[in-house]
């Protein structure tokens, strides 16, 4: 996949303007989507379970198909059910099919968009880092009119090729850096583990949201943690919200 350097929708080129709250000072801001921007864990659930029942395959309780919303579900095709690499991209494609019809259904977290146009209005660089396909990841901050307070896009390529965090925050770092945008102090914000555990693989600091898919103790590994977005624009920012 050829480097993106800017959202799906034109986003802001890299301004250089940091941002400033009580966890310091920013250069710029990486989000994850599902779990911190979108409430998108049941349409991921009812696309994964049809898959499953579709292979053959036992649809785990509520529990553990949760554990399974935010790490690339190349990962879960292979390790849960036990396909090969054939056969997981094919379920891929399965998924993505189910998936896609509904994605627009996932409501945003209510007090995380008037943050996103806040950070943007300073200038301050944005990034998404995700592990899910990033074609539709583009297309669902397009729905919501989220595209042009991106600078950059970033996240998994065909048959979740590339979609470990780690990788995809990477990825970010560097289109950040192409778009003229300063990544000395980058951090990123997460609700799951594979968030803080990316973040450090990448050499960035993470901050954890609880009103995601994980909880204090999956989320131990974040330097700071966010119980709502009102939380998390005082870690980043002195403006308070509306």
């Known amino acids: 996949m050829a480097p993106t350097t800017t959202a799906p929708g034109g986003g802001p080129p890299g301004r250089g303007a940091r ?17 911190t921007i ?9 696309s994964l379970s049809t898959v499953l029942t579709e292979l053959g395959v036992p649809v785990p309780d509520h529990a553990t198909l949760m554990s399974f919303v935010g790490p690339p579900l190349s990962a879960t095709f292979r390790g849960y ?38 950070l943007a209005d300073q200038g301050v660089p944005l990034g998404l880092a995700t592990s899910k396909n990033e074609e539709l990841a583009g297309l669902i901050l397009d729905h919501w009119g989220l595209s042009p307070l991106f600078t950059v896009v970033s996240g998994a390529g065909p048959a979740d090729h590339d979609g470990s965090k780690g990788a995809v925050i990477t990825r970010a770092l560097e289109r950040l850096e192409a ?39 999956e989320l131990a ?11 998390l624009s005082a870690l980043l920012t002195a403006e308070a919200l509306p």
Not at 38 to 46: G, R
Not at 83 to 108: C, F, I, K, N, W
Request: charged fraction near 25%; glycine fraction near 12%; aromatic fraction near 6%.
């Open 81 to 118: 059910a036990g396909l090969d690499a054939a056969a997981t991209e094919r379920a891929l494609a399965s998924y993505r099919r189910h998936y896609r019809g509904r994605m627009l259904d996932a409501p945003l977290y209510e007090g995380v968009a008037p943050l996103l146009h806040a």
């Open 38 to 46: 979108t409430d998108s864990a049941p349409v991921i659930l009812e």
């Open 221 to 231: 590994d974040a330097r700071w943690l966010a119980r709502r977005p009102t939380d």
């Open 179 to 217: 778009a003229g945008a300063e990544t000395s102090r980058v951090v990123h914000v997460g609700d799951r583990d594979h968030d803080t555990l990316g973040a450090r693989e990448a050499g960035v600091e993470c901050i954890g949201v609880l009103w995601g898919y994980g909880d204090a103790a």
């Open 19 to 35: 941002t400033s709250g009580t966890a310091g000072q920013f250069t710029a801001v990486l989000l994850d989507l599902d779990g």
